[in-house]
């Protein structure tokens, strides 16, 4: 079988340097070419040095490339609305990394981005790439988002409470994410600065950060529609019956998903067509520490229900029993008994934990993962396999480094 010829645009960044790593050791994947406008001519390795003796590519100029099956586009937000026409000439399915195409309106983009979109008539058939959250749709996919990193992991915390219809939406959810150093680039900056940046705890965006937005739309796509459910929720019936009337929400691989007609899984796949904004404040802080790779998110979900451990563990495993990339941590004693982002640098895995407050009905949900993995390029290559029907794990199984 012919591989699929992959090729980046904007490769020297962070995001574009890791893309490199994965998609060089990906057994369906021939990286044909890397372009970037100022680092044209010069070896890859010369910019991302971890590549050195294992390749010997050049960075070729934007206005080089050729065709390919598949475009990746590392761009910095807005130029990717501005081209996107031009690359859809080079390529029949493209996946861009930045922000670009992550939100399903006009509107929303003018409301956080305060600009206008430059390609609105694209929105509707962008996918979110969360695999977790849409991998039916994408398999038959032409145009792909990326996700915001602290976004990746305050919904993939939060999710599975949401498509349980167990959150209480008169009340805001509260989210705080830490985030290191990486995540603001690779162009430095005065916030970069070494001996301003380190040793730093740093709010830098307490309020209106825009990732705000894609929990907004994607948080509000899982809430359920069967009526029966959210009465019975909202009627506040006991627990024991309230969690057994949540359908099981299976995870599917993605060859499961491609057998399937309609792009559904026989429990009804929540991410809808019908695009449902988030009724609920959301309440959501950003504070930079001092780490290169990895995001810690903490949510203060109220709940309207009185759940006990039990029952929250089995909201949290039936979402997520089957995920690739998630693992639960949630251990009674030790340093790593709730996710910890340190460890997770260089793997595609999510981490997500949970603590009961049983008197304020409170949910803390933990989660982390590592930025420029989970929270970008490495999302984007399983978001990748996902398109091609190929198993969602390939090119993504290293584990992470301890003690790092």
């Known amino acids: 079988m012919s591989l699929v010829r992959v090729a980046i645009i904007g490769g020297s960044g962070y995001t574009g340097g890791e893309l490199i790593r994965l998609l060089l050791f990906h057994p369906q994947v021939e990286l044909t070419q890397v372009a970037s406008s100022s680092h044209a001519g010069h070896f890859v390795h010369s910019t991302h040095p971890n590549l050195r003796k294992i390749t010997a590519m050049r960075f070729c100029h934007p206005d080089d490339l050729t065709t390919c099956d598949v475009l990746f586009l590392c761009l910095p937000h807005g130029l990717s609305g501005e081209t996107i026409e031009r690359y859809r000439l080079l390529a029949p399915r493209i996946i861009d990394l930045a922000a670009d195409f992550r939100l399903r309106s006009p509107e929303l983009y003018q409301q956080w981005y305060g600009h206008e979109h430059q390609a609105p008539h694209l929105l509707s058939e962008a996918i979110y790439g969360l695999p977790e959250l849409h991998r039916g749709e994408l398999s038959e996919a032409k145009l792909v988002s990326g996700t915001g990193c602290m976004a990746t992991a305050a919904i993939l915390g939060l999710a599975p409470l949401y498509r349980a219809g167990v959150v209480n939406q008169n009340v805001p959810v509260v989210v705080e994410a830490k985030v290191g150093s990486s995540a603001a680039g690779a162009t430095p900056g005065t916030g ?5 940046r380190s040793g730093a705890v740093r709010s830098f965006e307490p309020t209106g950060h825009r990732h705000t937005a894609e929990l907004v739309q994607e948080l509000g796509q899982l809430w359920p529609t069967d009526v029966g459910k959210a009465d019975a929720v909202a009627a506040g019936v006991g627990k024991a019956d309230a969690i057994n009337r949540v359908p099981t929400i299976r995870a599917m691989n993605c060859q499961e998903v491609n057998k399937l007609t309609d792009g559904h899984d026989e429990s009804g796949d929540f991410a809808n067509s019908s695009h449902k904004l988030l009724r609920q404040t959301v309440a959501f802080s ?7 790779r990895g995001v810690l998110v903490t949510g203060h979900v109220f709940i309207n229900e009185r759940l ?14 089957r995920e690739p990339f998630i693992r639960l941590v949630k251990e009674r004693s030790g340093v790593y008994r709730y996710p910890e982002p340190k460890i997770l640098a260089g793997s595609n895995f999510c981490d997500v934990g949970f603590a009961l407050d049983v008197e304020q009905q409170r949910v803390v949900v933990m989660s982390a993962l590592d930025n420029l993995m989970k929270g970008a390029a490495g999302n984007g290559v399983q978001a990748l396999n996902c398109m091609f029907g190929w198993d969602e794990t390939l090119g993504l199984t290293f584990p992470g480094l301890h003690p790092v």
């Open 192 to 196: 970069s600065h070494h001996p301003d």
């Open 286 to 292: 950003a504070t930079a520490i001092e780490l290169v």
């Open 308 to 321: 006990d451990e039990r029952a929250l563990w089995r909201i949290y495993r039936e979402a997520y029993q």
